[in-house]
């Protein structure tokens, strides 16, 4: 019995020994608040202060903050014992308002291997300026962007879209519009802008007026003053949809029905060069006539033939696709979007693959 005590106490003691013989990283602290600063002051940092509290030297292995806002620096030489290193965090409060907390993981060849050490604080933002609300500029017109986006529209609605602008200069702005399709109307609100004062670019689209299916882009260019002036491009992007919201449950009942014998095709392996073809095989199985509205492909290497306007309850026709592999080299998708006049399913997406080898 007490050969057996001696023994155990031994193996703690060998134990005990040999955990104080590992390296020890020991921190003065490990969170640090940096309370309230100032987004306009710039990056702040703290240097965290340990201690080698083991018999070895120890190494810092790792040092890997939880984002990109925070870096790091530390001592990347061994620690011996009892001697001191530091990890210097450093904080970006750039675009980053209000409270924030970041941890910085630290890896260690002691025990234990992993510290984690915070950083905290508030971030007051800097005042905006009118670069930061209007970033773009026409003359001295700033522009809160140059887009109009109309997305989802249907060809039934009339919709608007506002683009906030700010006349910068001494004197007063008055902005007109070229190359204006007749589908949508672009004017300055108010019509004459005093020097600092803030209005809109109202554009509205009439989508009865709009003759296309599907999403497409439109250029327009500003007149400041009558005057063309660099940079002055507005984009117009825009989805239409055609409206079934007025049709009857008997009209929906009697409409056609567009019906795909695969809307997926993989050719398989095809050499470099090889122009690819396939035709999707489609049948109308409602009770009125099928419109293809429109056949639109992804990219200019893919061609599309559309059927005849109207296909009439029960026939069938197809979409010619084909692809020209020529510059093109491992895994390809191409992409066809179909658009007709079947309310259950007025958008059909189309995808014809291959593999290209040298």
């Known amino acids: 019995m007490k050969t057996l005590l001696t023994t155990t106490l031994l193996v703690i ?5 040999a955990q104080t013989a590992s390296p020890r990283i020991v921190f003065d602290k490990t969170a640090h608040d940096f309370g ?39 001592t990347k030489e061994p620690v011996q014992t009892n001697q001191k290193g530091f990890i210097e965090a450093v904080f970006d409060p750039s675009n980053r308002p209000g409270p924030f907390s970041k941890s910085i993981m630290v890896s260690t060849n002691g025990d234990p291997a992993t510290v984690t050490i915070t950083i905290h604080g508030n971030v007051v933002p800097k005042p905006r300026s009118i670069e930061d609300d209007y970033p773009l500029q026409i003359g001295d017109l700033r522009l809160q962007n140059t887009q109009f986006s109309f997305f989802n529209i ?37 019509e004459v802008l005093q020097p600092n004062q803030k209005g809109v670019l109202r554009a509205t689209m009439d989508g009865s007026k709009v003759n ?23 984009s117009i992007s ?17 409409a056609p029905k567009i019906t795909f014998n695969k809307t ?13 073809k396939y035709d999707f095989v489609f049948k109308n199985e409602g ?28 026939e069938t026709s197809s979409i010619k696709v084909t692809f ?14 179909v658009y007709c006049n079947d309310p259950a399913s007025s958008e059909v997406k189309l995808k014809l693959s291959c593999t290209v080898v040298e």
């Open 154 to 190: 249907t060809n039934a609605e009339v919709v608007s879209r506002e683009i906030a602008i700010i006349n910068i200069g001494k004197e007063p702005i008055s902005v007109k519009v070229k190359d204006l399709p007749a589908w949508i109307t672009i004017v300055q609100v108010p």
């Open 287 to 314: 009770k009125s006539p099928l419109i293809i509205r429109k056949v639109r492909t992804g990219c200019g290497c893919t061609a599309s033939t559309p059927p005849a306007d109207k296909i009439k309850p029960g």
């Open 264 to 276: 997926e095709f993989d050719v398989g392996q095809v050499k470099a060069g090889e122009v690819v």
């Open 36 to 74: 309230t600063i100032n987004e306009a002051d710039g990056k702040v940092s703290y240097r965290f202060s340990f201690t080698n509290a083991g018999a070895q030297p120890l190494v810092i292995t790792r040092v890997q903050p939880t984002c990109g806002c925070t870096t790091s620096n530390y």
């Open 212 to 234: 296309d299916f599907g999403f497409f882009t439109h250029r327009v260019y500003l007149l400041i003053n009558n005057k063309e002036e660099r940079n002055n491009m507005i």
């Open 238 to 254: 825009a989805t239409i949809k055609e409206d079934f919201s007025k049709l009857t449950p008997e009209e929906r009942a009697n």
């Open 324 to 337: 020209n592999t020529h510059g093109r080299k491992g895994r390809q998708a191409q992409y066809i979007d």
């Open 13 to 17: 003691t060998f134990a005990l020994q």
